[in-house]
């Protein structure tokens, strides 16, 4: 992601130098004007650091163009970078439950959204996440419905999200965890962790042995933009 025309070195890799030649070889060629556009939008914020990073948009784009899901949840909108990947990449009859409690940042990429023709694609639903997805599970016709999720939000709460998901997705669906690595403070000593990132640092850590053991999912950690895990429900 980029902040005020700078490049912010989020990935995992030894140098920025190397993550700047992934994005400039690989990445910024094929990433579509309109993501473009929010991504500069959402640089000029504070959090912009918050924004999906365009690496780990690309393999989303890769992976929704593989699994062609119809019916998709979002947790963790911010700007909507990674709900338009998403929209983008879904069929044009496509849904996508995208689910946030600030719809004010939201609204700052609607416009891009809207201009791309994409926003009737989107349900969005200003809320915390669980009450959502608990009304989701009373209904049925949801179990196994979906095939296709992103959540990028609170990460204390990744776990309780993951077991509701798997009620809801169906077999061979794909789930991603975005922000597993943290930084890469998971396999730091505590005391070298930086005041930002140790708060956060030990439900990480949790999640990511909460994954590695699940029989459920087949995984792949993946060291894209701050880590990303993805999951395939068996």
């Not at 044009?92 to 994409?118: C, F, H, N, W």
């Not at 396999?187 to 909460?210: C, H, L, P, Q």
């Amino acid at each position: 992601m980029e902040s005020n025309g700078k490049v912010v070195h989020r990935g995992l890799l030894q140098t920025g130098d190397l993550y700047q030649y992934l994005l400039n070889t690989s990445v910024h060629p094929r990433e579509p004007d309109s993501l473009k556009k929010l991504r500069t939008i959402t640089s000029t914020l504070p959090r912009a650091i918050m924004g999906t990073s365009p690496d780990v948009g690309l393999l989303m784009a890769l992976l929704l163009k593989l699994v062609n899901p119809k019916k998709t949840i979002e947790i963790g909108v911010f700007t909507g970078y990674s709900l338009l990947v998403t929209a983008l990449n879904i069929p044009e009859d496509g849904k996508i439950i995208a689910i946030d409690l600030d719809r004010s940042t939201y609204e700052m990429g609607l416009p891009v959204i809207q201009k791309a023709g994409v926003e009737h694609k989107i349900n969005y639903v200003e809320s915390e996440a669980l009450p959502v997805l608990d009304k989701l599970l009373q209904d049925p016709v949801n179990h196994e419905a979906f095939e296709f999720a992103f959540v990028d939000a609170d990460k204390d709460n990744y776990a309780n999200y993951h077991e509701k998901l798997l009620k809801l997705l169906k077999p061979g669906a794909i789930v991603m965890y975005d922000n597993t690595l943290w930084g890469g403070s998971v396999a730091m000593d505590e005391d070298s962790v930086t005041e930002n990132r140790i708060g956060m640092r030990k439900y990480a850590i949790e999640f990511n042995e909460i994954l590695a053991a699940d029989a459920r999912v087949q995984i792949s950690h993946v060291p894209a933009g701050d880590g990303v895990t993805i999951c395939r429900r068996l």
